[in-house]
């Protein structure tokens, strides 16, 4: 018994120590996890556990957005720390989606001419992160139109320069536009090194084209196709190329109207339902002394270093209007008087929506006063020239004021004032009298006071047009001027046109000429166009050169700039590119009276119908004698044998 009694107290001293043992081990457990024990008691210690747990994430998850490579590594540790199945469990915190990459920008170009006329000009870019040139197949487009995207990718295009544009730009009253284009459709392509059959890719992608804009670029083929060997250089990434996968044609002759506006605006972000798209009206648009429209797109840089690149779709839309009212002794211009619209907001998917308004000539206002009035200013190299401009910014909503509408309006003070004469100018006619012979004259204006630089001209002439290339001749101030270079590709009947490109030095403050003559060749009756007597249109002449810089250009290509600033790369320095085209010829083929057949005909019907018509009555016509009918005595006396049941005489 006295065994039992001491044993009883040793086991219960064992057990109370084991006891005292696992509790303390347990306290140093939940140390050690960072939670107190008496957390699970408390519900105020609990909450404010369950507070650092939930902002431990967070921070977490701002530190992953600047180092995206840790991402892999805080997935990992999240998963080696999770809580035990009775522990609390934090909220979860949604993942931070990654950064689009696309982007969209649209601006408006307001300039007033002193013709009293104005030039609006509507910039859109969609910029595009994406690599087509490898044979990647893209399948969800953001900002980018898939039409386009699909047809990069299916003909292995590298750029694709298309414009539309109805009317001709008057260097010498407007000034240089910000983006030339001759009158017509103007398009030409640069392909990727793999395409194999170039002519065939060209063919088939001029019909979707066709397709796409609503246009008649289904009527390119090789008689109005060429291959440049040193105009037209890529404007994107690389210089130097293979001019074999260079195509370049014109339709001088093409119409533009609303079929060729409406698949245009369909090509943006926010198509015209919001942002600057909403102002391209068709009936204003189109009631305008020149409208064009253009698609541009090329790969692009990113940075300086070109390690990135992206897909630049470049929509722009030119238009002049002219709004000089000579009857009401005054002269002033809105938004809605333009476009019979006002602007309400930007477009939601647009990254910057402005407006600029030049004002270079117009420092202290003493020409024309602009309301609503903006304290923004901006300074930019347009064209060699350093130019001012009012800017309006259309994300933000203080833009519009109380109304919530903006309704840009320009009333003129006076139209005093001086245009600065462009330095490269040119332009284009025929000569020559009768329907057998004729001569081409090009005239080149260098304006520079005392520089002198070259330029490079491009001549594309359908085969129809013999040229005796014998008779080329370029002259500047009554000396003969000889090209540097010169590449002619003569023409094959009903195959190619010419090709005449050369290299002539303009020299300071000169017209030079060049002239060729040609012999005009008699069509098949099937060629001719339904209107023969209008006349043949040939395309205009390009005119491409590095024209001299009043201000330093920028050659950073990837710097912020206003986008009417930013098309054509820079460099140089001390010059800036400019392509200037010249009004396109109509020229008179010997044509056949095509009334002559009609007159055959009726003539001929003529004459079968009177000696074919006369010949056989005589043949089918039955005779018959008929006998003389007898006198009135007789008569009488018949018809009394008549009554008398007698026959007659």
């Known amino acids: 018994m006295a065994a039992h009694r001491c044993s009883c107290p040793a086991v219960l001293f064992i057990l109370i120590s084991l006891s005292v043992f696992v509790v303390a081990d347990s306290q140093d457990a939940t140390l050690i996890n960072g939670h107190d024990a008496t957390a699970l008691n408390s519900p105020q210690t609990a909450a404010k556990t369950a507070d650092q747990t939930a902002e431990q994430p967070a921070v977490e998850e701002r530190r992953w957005e600047a180092t995206p490579g840790a991402a892999a590594a805080d997935e990992q ?34 300039r007033p001419l002193h013709s009293g006329d104005i030039y609006a000009s509507f910039q859109f870019r969609t910029l595009w992160q994406t690599d087509f040139m490898r044979g990647n197949k893209v399948s969800h487009y953001r900002l980018f139109p898939k039409s386009l995207g699909q047809v990069i990718s299916k003909f292995s295009v590298r750029e694709l320069h298309i414009s539309f544009t109805q009317g001709y730009w008057r260097t010498m009253q407007w000034g240089q536009p910000f983006l030339p284009s001759p009158p017509g459709a103007e398009l030409w392509v640069w392909f990727q090194d793999s395409v194999t059959d170039v002519d065939g890719t060209w063919k088939e992608l ?28 890529p404007l994107g990434i690389g210089n130097e190329t293979d001019h074999r996968f260079l195509r370049y044609a014109t339709l001088p002759r093409e119409i533009v109207c609303t079929e060729n506006l409406t698949p245009w605006k369909k090509l943006l972000p926010c198509g015209s339902k919001a942002g600057l798209a909403v102002l391209l009206k068709s009936e204003k648009l189109f009631h305008s002394s020149f409208h064009s429209q253009t698609v541009h797109i090329r790969p692009v840089c990113q940075d300086w270093q070109c390690k990135t690149t992206s897909w630049e779709l470049r929509q722009t839309l030119n238009v002049v209007f002219d709004l000089h009212t000579s009857g009401q002794g005054k002269r002033e211009w809105s938004l809605f008087k333009m476009f019979s619209r006002t602007l309400t907001e930007a477009c939601p998917l647009a990254s910057s929506s402005k407006i600029y308004i030049d004002i270079t000539d117009n420092p202290e206002g003493e020409q024309f006063e602009l309301s609503p009035a903006t304290t923004l200013l901006s300074q930019a190299v347009v064209l060699g020239d350093r130019r001012t401009f009012s800017v309006y910014d259309l994300t933000q909503h203080a833009t519009f004021g109380n109304t919530r509408s903006l309704n840009l309006l320009i009333r003129w003070k006076s139209s005093e004032g ?79 046109p010419h090709l005449l490109e050369m290299l002539v030095q303009l020299p300071p403050n000169s017209v030079t000429e060049v002239t060729v003559q040609f012999e005009r060749a008699l069509l098949k009756w099937t060629e001719y166009t339904p209107d023969p007597n209008h006349g043949f249109y040939v395309g205009s002449s390009v005119i491409s050169s590095l024209v001299p810089s009043i201000v ?9 700039r206003p986008l009417f600033s930013s098309f054509f790369p820079c ?64 008569r009488i006396a018949n018809v009394i044998r008549k009554m008398r049941g007698v026959p007659p005489l």
């Open 418 to 496: 001086d245009m600065l004469r462009p330095l490269l100018h040119a332009e284009r006619y025929v000569a020559g009298y009768g329907l057998q012979t004729g001569e081409i004259h090009t005239l080149m204006y260098n304006n520079h006071p005392y520089r002198s630089f070259p330029v490079l001209l491009l001549d594309s002439v359908p085969w129809y047009l013999r040229l005796y290339i014998h008779t080329l001749t370029v002259t500047s101030k009554g000396k003969d001027n000889n090209p540097s270079f010169i590449h002619y590709q003569p023409s094959k009947d009903r195959v190619r």
């Open 77 to 110: 540790d999240t998963t080696q720390g999770t809580p035990a199945p009775g522990a609390e469990v934090p909220p979860e915190v949604p993942p931070v989606l990654p950064q689009p990459k696309d982007d969209f920008q649209e601006e408006l170009v307001i």
């Open 206 to 233: 001029t019909n979707v084209l066709s397709g796409i804009f609503c246009a008649s670029l289904n009527f390119i083929d090789s008689t109005n196709t060429v291959q440049p060997s040193a105009s037209f250089k």
């Open 571 to 634: 460099k140089e320095e001390s010059s800036y590119f400019v392509r200037v085209y010249t009004e396109p010829l109509l020229v008179n083929l010997p044509t056949p009276d095509f009334s002559m057949p009609y007159n055959v005909i009726c003539l001929t019907c003529t004459v079968v119908a009177v000696g074919y018509g006369s010949l056989y009555n005589l043949l089918t016509r039955s005779f018959q004698i008929e006998e003389p009918s007898p006198g009135l005595a007789k």
């Open 552 to 560: 330093a250009m920028d050659t950073n290509i990837t710097r912020e």
